[in-house]
T-cell receptor
Framework: DTAVSQTPKYLVTQMGNDKSIKCEQNLGHDTMYWYKQDSKKFLKIMFSYNNKELIINETVPNRFSPKSPDKAHLNLHINSLELGDSAVYFC????????????FGPGTRLTVT | AQSVTQLGSHVSVSEGALVLLRCNYSSSVPPYLFWYVQYPNQGLQLLLKYTTGATLVKGINGFEAEFKKSETSFHLTKPSAHMSDAAEYFCAVSGGNNRLAFGKGNQVVVIP
């Protein structure tokens, strides 16, 4: 059983389009995260939800909107995609907040052309 | 805010030789420290963590790390490198603000 899963794994789209990435965890964790990994492998946190409540909202363009319908799911919707949005997006989960280890999904490679 | 410094983006090591990856952290509160490994086209996998207690921490795949408060370090070692250790390694610190701060990573290349 995959602990943290993401769909799709690859996403190729054109500038200006709107797309969504979905994440699900079956670990029973109460906290979920979205990270962006750039071409130099640098990881930057974007958002975090704890029990469906947004607790971290980093300096991210408001074209990015996360949604957590329940503790096991966290989605990321991106409007008006730009070339600079091309990256790998990782979902992660943890029990409790950042003092506890985070479990990562396989990533979604987004390419904007 | 907490931060991590990992020097040397690329680290080459011969098969069978010692693997040493350096991590120095900054935190205003007692830190929780982590090492993660990322294999090509995969997500991050936890190698080991330090929370409290014993300062020498053993992880998976023969890796270990030692927390040294006086040096603000958490270096990762493995006595004998294997070809399967080729990957990206990230050190991370949690400093009590609900965030993990990651270092820039070390790309480990194992030379046969």
């Amino acid at each position: 059983d995959t602990a943290v899963s993401q769909t799709p794994k690859y996403l190729v789209t054109q500038m200006g389009n709107d797309k969504s990435i979905k994440c699900e965890q079956n670990l029973g964790h109460d906290t979920m995260y979205w990270y962006k990994q750039d071409s130099k492998k640098f990881l930057k946190i974007m958002f975090s939800y704890n029990n469906k409540e947004l607790i971290i909202n980093e300096t991210v363009p408001n074209r990015f909107s996360p949604k957590s319908p329940d503790k096991a799911h966290l989605n990321l919707h991106i409007n008006s995609l730009e070339l600079g949005d091309s990256a790998v997006y990782f979902c992660a989960s943890s029990q409790g907040q950042a003092t506890y280890e985070q479990y990562f999904g396989p990533g979604t490679r987004l390419t904007v052309t | 805010a907490q931060s991590v410094t990992q020097l040397g983006s690329h680290v080459s090591v011969s098969e069978g030789a010692l693997v040493l990856l350096r991590c120095n952290y900054s935190s205003s509160v007692p830190p929780y420290l982590f090492w993660y490994v990322q294999y090509p086209n995969q997500g991050l996998q936890l190698l080991l963590k330090y929370t409290t207690g014993a300062t020498l921490v053993k992880g998976i795949n023969g890796f270990e790390a030692e927390f040294k408060k006086s040096e603000t370090s958490f270096h990762l070692t493995k006595p004998s490198a294997h070809m399967s250790d080729a990957a990206e390694y990230f050190c991370a610190v949690s400093g009590g603000n609900n965030r993990l701060a990651f270092g820039k990573g070390n790309q480990v290349v194992v030379i046969p």
